[in-house]
T-cell receptor
Framework: AQSVAQPEDQVNVAEGNPLTVKCTYS??????LFWYVQYPNRGLQFLLK??????LVKGSYGFEAEFNKSQTSFHLKKPSALVSDSALYFC??????????FGAGTTVTVRA | NAGVTQTPKFQVLKTGQSMTLQCAQD?????MSWYRQDPGMGLRLIHY???????DQGEVPNGYNVSRSTTEDFPLRLLSAAPSQTSVYFC?????????????FGSGTRLTVV
């Protein structure tokens, strides 16, 4: 089965500093990988996805993710974090057309 | 706006009570699924459906029932609520077009069982 892991429960950064949220994957074949964000008391929002092609994927709200096949990683990045980026972030991989397997989630806190 | 609609947004139940969480989508997606979100565990699949009249169990199905009589609706039933079912529940839909197409989530139902 396809799976992802998020090694950090929490990430704390100062506003204006770079933000990185880590994700590693275990996938057979060519991976499809997703990032979702959950703001406090809100639903899951799609940020970006990797299917094939460029290893650097650009998404919503200024986020991007780098696919690294040799390190089996798909880290989420933002060059300059905002306080409003404070949220819960999930990496996910589809096991098939109807099931996503999620990482445990990483809570990001951006301090002013 | 097209999407997945969940009701209610919040619910408090007493142990032993039953209730139905509603989920509807208007994107004509073939696939629908229910997840529960618990701290430190990500989202776990409860039940899913690949089309009207077809449902199957996910990772954590005990205590929940589902049915899919139409393409649009996929209700989740709690038969006899237990405190262990306190969680945030998300409904999602996806297209048969393929796993790279994407998955759309509802805004969630926060359930507390006391």
């Amino acid at each position: 089965a396809q799976s992802v892991a998020q090694p950090e429960d929490q990430v704390n950064v100062a506003e204006g500093n770079p933000l990185t949220v880590k994700c590693t994957y275990s996938v057979s074949g060519n991976p499809y990988l997703f990032w979702y964000v959950q703001y406090p008391n809100r639903g899951l929002q799609f940020l970006l996805k990797y299917i094939t092609g460029d290893n650097l994927v650009k998404g919503s709200y200024g986020f991007e993710a780098e696919f690294n096949k040799s390190q089996t990683s798909f880290h989420l990045k933002k060059p300059s974090a905002l306080v409003s980026d404070s949220a819960l972030y999930f990496c996910a991989v589809p096991n098939n057309d109807y099931k996503l397997s999620f990482g445990a989630g990483t809570t990001v806190t951006v301090r002013a | 706006n097209a999407g997945v609609t969940q009701t209610p947004k919040f619910q408090v139940l007493k142990t032993g009570q039953s209730m139905t969480l509603q989920c509807a989508q208007d994107m004509n997606h073939e696939y629908m699924s229910w997840y529960r979100q618990d701290p430190g565990m990500g989202l776990r699949l409860i039940h899913y459906s690949v089309g009207a009249g077809i449902t199957d169990q996910g990772e954590v199905p005990n205590g929940y029932n589902v049915s899919r009589s139409t393409t649009e609706d996929f209700p989740l039933r709690l038969l006899s609520a237990a405190p262990s079912q306190t969680s945030v529940y998300f409904c999602a839909s996806s297209s048969r077009r393929g796993r790279g197409y994407g998955y759309t989530f509802g805004s969630g139902t926060r359930l507390t069982v006391v």
